[in-house]
């Protein structure tokens, strides 16, 4: 992946604290670029900032977090530059979910369980595209779902006669409805069994594929962001330590922490209880 | 009372049902079927497989948290009783240690109360200084040096790592020679996970402890374990040599497991397969 590349997203010196009396400084000085189409892997361990970052990039965070400190720049493909620090009203209620859109942790919590998935998909239509008629918003919703492999005829189900992953599905159809130009992706398999996961990250790859979106997916699962990402960002304590591209930081990793991180997941197919004996044991009793 | 490192815990042809009422209806759901393996002291056996296979429901039952329907449970080749003196003699020997390190111990309590009583209740005859020294030789198996300040400390203020192992060191207590480990990692942080895995290696290796380690996981199940057993849907549909399970699969859904699992080593494969198979149409959807 070359920096030639049209920029979507960049973000330069953000840093996001939590004001409370003994202020937590959860992102520091972060820098990112993400490019047109790219798939961006943010990964790290709980408490490192990841998630407070993704919140920052789409202008969610809530008191008493806030961003002290830097530039976020979202590079629209039709109308120039826009200094997402700088929004607020409806700019930024303009902004968010067209442009840039999410899928949340947790999709169990993050569908309304008393509206069916016709109410909520309309709803994003409804709020963003004002204009757009009932029959219009139907066709799209049913389109929408088809597109994330979910019958469109479940479009009359509530949440929880879902599956987990069909919920997940959802979630991504809704954040796919306004047709964005970047999507975070806040951990949006880490809950499904593997044969789910795996059928919905090659769902995602390839809707990138056709719609050009670029995604920041985030996780604490180094692996899979290996194999997926174009580049991969590691985090901890809130700095970025090591931000490469994936095959760079499989094979060549500079951080102690990268190496650290990869040597904590064990290869499927390699050398059978290699790392048992070595030196893990010591660390992992000292960490742990 | 047989000695530590010795002896084989057995699971013979085990099944449970659940019935489940709704309303008039009631539905049954078999949540194991004839599920039948060994483990042998100083031995792990991983058992593998997706959520709702059944895999928590065998590890309850191994540890008599639940009554098969069908089958039994043998110690040492003889059945494990289901109440009284020798229910209480069976969890001196099979105890359990639970997913969650943040729920499976009470906020209350010191850590030193949490090992002091299965010691008291499983060894009335000991003396406070007996015991004492027990919960002392418990934190050190476990690793928690420094044995006294972890004794003294509580719950939360302990990183989740520590209090899996306060969990490993409580089943240990009653002098335990098998333990069921149901996803003793998965909701520990990832630097850590290897860290108590490793651990549970050890006592398996030098204690002679035989362990059944529950999880969704191939790769530690494989680079931690003897013998591998895959579930689906309450059925046993593969076993054997852990390396064999893993690099020479021979049932479909273990293959399918197996491709799922993120590899590293496939790095950029599915991006060019996706980018291949668009021009033939979306994949098909899964989940």
Known sequence: ?288 | MAERGSGRLEARGLGKVFRMRNGLRITTVHAVREASFTVEAGRTVALVGESGSGKSTIARMLTKLERPTRGEVLIDGVPAAHHGRGLARYRRDVQMVFQDPFGSLNPFHTIRHHLERPVRIHHPHLGSAEVRARVAELLDRVQLSGSKRFAESRPHELSGGQRQRVAIARALAPGSRFIVADEPVSMLDVSIRLGVLNLLADLQREEGLGVLYITHDLATARHFSDEILVMLRGEIVERGDADAVILHPQHDYTKLLLEAAADPDRLGLLRDEVRAGAQTGPADAVG
């Open chain 1, 1 to 288: 992946m070359s920096d030639s590349r049209d920029a979507v997203l960049s973000a330069s010196g953000v840093s996001i604290s939590y004001q409370t009396q003994n202020p937590v400084h959860a992102v520091r000085d972060v820098s990112l670029t993400l490019h047109r189409g790219e798939l961006l892997g943010l990964a790290g361990e709980s408490g490192c900032g990841k998630t407070t970052l993704a919140y920052g990039l789409n202008r969610l965070l809530k008191a008493p977090a806030l961003m002290t400190s830097g530039e976020i720049v979202f590079h629209d493909r039709h109308d120039g530059d826009i200094d997402v620090v700088g929004l607020h009203g409806d700019s930024l209620r303009i902004f968010r979910w067209d442009k840039v859109s999410m899928v949340f942790q947790g999709s169990m919590n993050a569908l309304n369980p008393v509206l069916t998935v016709r109410a909520q998909l309309h709803d994003v239509f409804t709020t963003h595209r004002p204009a757009m008629g009932r029959t219009e918003r139907e066709r799209r919703s049913r389109e929408l779902l088809g597109m994330v492999g979910v019958d469109p005829d479940r479009i009359s189900s509530f949440p929880h006669q879902l599956s987990g992953g069909m919920r997940q599905r959802v979630m991504i159809a809704m954040a796919l409805a306004l047709d964005p130009q970047v999507m975070i992706m806040d951990e949006p398999t880490t809950a499904l069994d593997v044969v789910v996961q795996r059928g919905i990250i090659r769902e995602i790859m390839g809707l990138r594929e056709r719609l050009g979106f670029a995604v920041v997916f985030i996780t604490h699962d180094l692996p899979l962001l290996i194999e997926i990402s174009d580049r991969i960002a590691i985090m901890r304590d809130g700095r970025i330590v090591e931000y490469d591209d994936a095959e760079n930081i499989y094979r060549r990793p500079q951080h102690e922490y990268t190496r650290e991180l990869l040597a904590s997941f064990p290869s499927l197919r390699g050398v059978r209880g290699d790392f048992i004996r070595s030196g893990t044991r010591r660390k992992g009793a000292r960490n742990g």
